[in-house]
């Protein structure tokens, strides 16, 4: 007497492989829809446009012919900037990490009596590259450039660099 399907070896091995596949899928589905993506942005095309705002910025510091001078040392960050600039005006200084949003630094620094701005960062930069921004509060100017860190010396900053 032969025994019912049920019992047999190759239905469940034929009914195993694709429940398998199906269940492979859906874990697939939960990891991709679990979490965003932080290097993607939602605002693509506004970032585009605002390209050409950065571009007039960085030409009005090549105009003031402006110069930074950048330390980090011992958790603090140092600017010193040189230039045509209003003596004694705020600035915005954006550390931005090329990968992890979430290591990202924005600092509002105002100048000591001698002009030397200087911040103590609440966690420490991590060790790499890293996109520097350095602009007036006011946005009439930006100085930008790819650094990586750590850095032994002081690291210059030029406008149109």
Excluded at 60 to 73: D, H, I, P
Aim: glycine share 6%; aromatic share 10%; proline share 4%.
């Amino acid at each position: 007497m032969q025994r019912p399907w049920y019992k047999q070896f190759w239905p469940w091995f034929l009914i195993v492989l694709p429940m398998c596949a199906v269940v492979a899928s859906l874990y697939t589905f939960y990891i991709a829809s679990s979490g965003a993506d932080s290097m993607v942005a939602d605002d693509y095309y506004k970032k585009g446009r605002a390209y050409n705002k950065d571009l007039t910025e960085l030409k009005r510091a090549a105009e003031l012919k402006m110069l930074a001078t950048l330390t980090y040392q011992d958790n603090v960050l140092t600017v010193k900037l040189d230039g045509a600039h209003n003596q004694g005006e705020g600035i915005r200084v954006n550390l931005t990490h090329p990968t992890l949003a979430k290591q990202d630094h924005t600092l509002v620094m105002t100048s000591d009596a001698a002009g030397v701005y200087r911040a103590r960062l609440e966690t420490p930069l991590i060790d790499g590259p890293w996109h520097l921004q350095i602009e007036a509060i006011d946005g009439n100017w930006r100085l930008q450039k790819r650094i990586t860190l750590p850095s032994a010396d002081s690291l210059l900053i030029n406008a149109g660099s």
